[in-house]
């Protein structure tokens, strides 16, 4: 029978997930990132899930053969999940597997739910491969500020729209002082604005998964590849490694990310259904 796993219970996991796969599980089972994670058996588990806590996914962890728990999901999520989703405002369900044998398993499962799916490319970057020479210039008026407690905090109220930068970073983390513990962030400022943020989004020991934004109307200036170096020269400094996740299709995110001198380390599938 599937359960959810009290938090203080994640570790039950570690012997489950695949090292190599991605770093958003590792990093909630870890419990440096929020989310909630679901099991076959809550004492010795084979099988299971993550949630990620900003949403963006179930991850499928553990034995992709087990006949028990597979034929359970359908029923669970119904049951289950897509009461909570709805709950966030999530209306479809996206499946990926921590290893390659989860592919079948997802495809077979999820078949009658007219399954769509996406590539999604994981990339790495380290001190021989930085291209610190691409850092390119930006506009006048567009200035680089590293996101502090202080600057967070904002008490003098100089900028407009910091509830953008606390959203941001509360979809990744469980409070402010998580992530000033141990992740890095750079952002943005036009005219008292916060226009672009680039930061860690998922920490796992010394590897960094960035997370970036640019405002619409702020776009094609070059702001996220300004502000990727910023996060990337810090990390490197401090001798963290730079992970960068993003979809295949997404053209732009890649650009920026083989520019700064990003290496594919490896790809995988992502599934994904609308909630009926």
Not at 37 to 62: A, K, Q, Y
Not at 160 to 166: A, D, P, R, S
Not at 179 to 205: H, L, P, R, T, W
């Amino acid at each position: 029978m599937i359960s959810e796993l009290n938090k203080s219970d994640f570790y039950k996991c570690r012997g489950i997930v695949n090292e190599k796969g991605q770093l958003e599980i590792i990093a909630v089972i870890e419990g440096v990132n929020p989310g909630r994670v679901f099991v076959d058996d809550s004492v010795s588990p084979t099988s299971g899930f993550v949630w990620l806590g900003n949403n963006d996914g179930f991850l499928f962890i553990g034995n992709a053969e087990n006949e028990a728990f597979n034929n359970e999901l359908n029923n669970f999520i119904d049951r289950v999940i897509i009461p909570e989703a709805k709950k966030v405002r999530l209306n479809c369900f996206e499946g990926i597997g921590n290893h390659i044998k989860w592919n079948k398993t997802i495809e077979k499962v999820f078949e009658h739910r007219k399954l769509g799916s996406w590539n999604q490319r994981v990339y790495e970057v380290h001190k021989v491969d930085y291209k610190a020479s691409n850092e390119p210039a930006i506009e006048q008026g567009y200035e680089v500020v590293k996101i502090s407690d202080t600057f967070f905090d904002n008490n003098d109220g100089p900028i407009i729209n910091i509830e953008f930068l606390h959203s941001k970073i509360l979809e990744f983390w469980a409070s402010p002082e998580s992530f000033f513990g141990d992740g890095i962030g750079y952002c943005i400022v036009y005219k008292n604005e916060i226009v672009s943020v680039c930061f860690s989004g998922f920490v796992v020991g010394n590897v960094h998964c960035i997370g970036i934004e640019t405002l619409e109307e702020h776009q094609g200036k070059k702001l996220a590849q300004k502000l990727a170096h910023s996060v990337v020269k810090d990390c490197l400094e401090s001798n963290l490694v730079p992970y960068w996740d993003c979809m295949e299709v997404n053209k732009p995110s890649i650009a920026v990310a083989e520019n700064i001198g990003f290496r594919n380390v490896f790809n995988y599938i992502g599934y994904y259904f609308l909630f009926e």
